[in-house]
């Protein structure tokens, strides 16, 4: 089974799907070789980043 994470347009044309999902959201196709959820990979951990990043601050202000 693939993952949305992996899954590339090149992949999804060589199934040749009967039916179509239509997202509600941007879903963008950045070349045939990145995964399509390549914007959501980088939101994440950019989101993780900052978690981390509020996290540390907070550990440092406290000494």
Do not use: C
Request: charged fraction near 15%; charge should be negative.
């Amino acid at each position: 089974m693939d993952l949305i994470l992996t899954t590339t347009s090149t992949d999804v044309a060589a199934r040749t799907p009967s039916i179509a999902v239509l997202p509600i959201g941007s879903f963008e196709q950045h070349s045939s070789f990145l995964p399509l959820a390549t914007d959501k990979g980088r939101a994440l951990l950019a989101s993780l980043a900052e978690s981390f990043d509020n996290h540390l601050s907070s550990l440092l202000d406290e000494q």
